[in-house]
């Protein structure tokens, strides 16, 4: 993406302000805070028919943490049809801007549950979270303004 990697972990490293900036995410409920980490409930719409703008909520609950250090966002579900799923955004600059990972580490005990889960559910989600976060900084940095938020 077109803009600094720093500006991308500004934006996305507060899972709570999600439903605010990302247009399928719900609702995010913190249920507790650990230091820097939260444990939340979060839901996303993942998209069944866009144009008539029908969607299916997906639920789970995460403990999410973001280690600024390496520019990773990381979480822990921790029920949900993804329990157990361990997830690491990885953020890394590229001479265009920044070039984001997202890894998703799922064993359940079934494992043709896993392949289910991530065609149907992860991978539909994390495309559209990163196309709308992708689109949030790129006009950000197009603007030649910091989002004025100091959370960010």
């Excluded at 439903?19 to 069944?48: F, K, T």
Aim: hydrophobic fraction near 45%.
């Amino acid at each position: 993406m077109a803009a600094p990697p720093a500006l991308l972990f500004a934006l996305a490293r507060d899972v709570t302000r999600w439903p605010q900036l990302l247009p399928h995410y719900v609702r995010v409920d913190v249920e507790e805070r650990v230091g820097e980490a939260v444990i939340a409930r979060m839901v996303a719409r993942r998209s069944l028919v866009p144009l008539l703008c029908l969607g299916l909520p997906v639920a789970w609950r995460s403990r999410a943490w973001s280690e600024p250090e390496s520019l990773r966002l990381r979480f822990v579900h921790r029920g949900g049809a993804t329990n157990g799923m361990d997830v690491t955004w990885r953020i890394e600059p590229t001479p265009e801007g920044t070039h984001v990972e997202i890894e998703h580490d799922f064993r359940p005990r079934l494992r043709p549950w896993a392949h289910v889960v991530d065609v149907l559910f992860t991978r539909p989600i994390s495309r559209r979270t990163l196309a709308s976060f992708k689109a949030i900084a790129e006009a950000v940095e197009s603007a030649g303004t910091q989002p004025t938020n100091p959370l960010v």
